[in-house]
């Protein structure tokens, strides 16, 4: 192997970076290191845990992650829950190899569901209001001074 053949394929550690960076790596992309790591290693095809199998599990954790967040960003911002900041932190996770850092995207959805969740037992802890002091027991109905009974 030449190292003009080497320098046609990035390193693993490359790849990586270049994942935690946000760089997309594309199915194109995938298909030409699969297609240099194979011309490279004589036809034998890909080389388990080399930088063609890497760049496939980068692409499906990029992809995995993207799914996640995207499913969690569609939601009204105040039904956004613990659940979900877990699900895109540990899609993250997975992508960066490591924890995601304060300012990631599961940073911000943690600090929503955070949110969320005081506004939550805030709501909970007041004392319950009925709009024109309107209460029900049973099949009737009280507002103010009238009475309804419902059928």
């Known amino acids: 192997m030449s190292t003009t053949d080497q320098q046609q394929l990035p390193s693993r550690e490359e790849l990586q970076q270049r994942a935690v960076e946000g760089h997309p790596i594309t199915t194109d992309e995938v298909s ?14 890909p080389i388990a845990g080399g930088v063609a199998a890497t760049a496939q599990s980068l ?12 499913e969690v ?12 900041a877990a699900a895109v932190e540990s899609a993250e996770a997975r992508l960066l190899g ?41 099949s009737e109905t009280k507002t103010g001074s009238e009475t309804k009974t419902e059928s």
Do not use: C, W, Y
């Open 98 to 138: 490591h924890r995601p850092p304060k300012g990631s995207t599961a940073a911000t959805i943690q600090s929503i569901a955070d949110k969320n969740e005081r506004l939550m037992s805030e709501t909970k802890m007041e004392p319950e209001t009925k709009t024109e002091s309107e209460t029900k027991t049973g």
């Open 59 to 70: 692409k499906a954790k990029q992809e995995h992650f993207i799914e996640v967040a995207s």
């Open 32 to 45: 030409k290191i699969a297609k240099t790591e194979a011309e490279l290693t004589d036809g034998r095809g």
């Open 73 to 84: 960003s569609h939601k009204p911002v105040n039904e956004i829950t613990k659940e979900d």
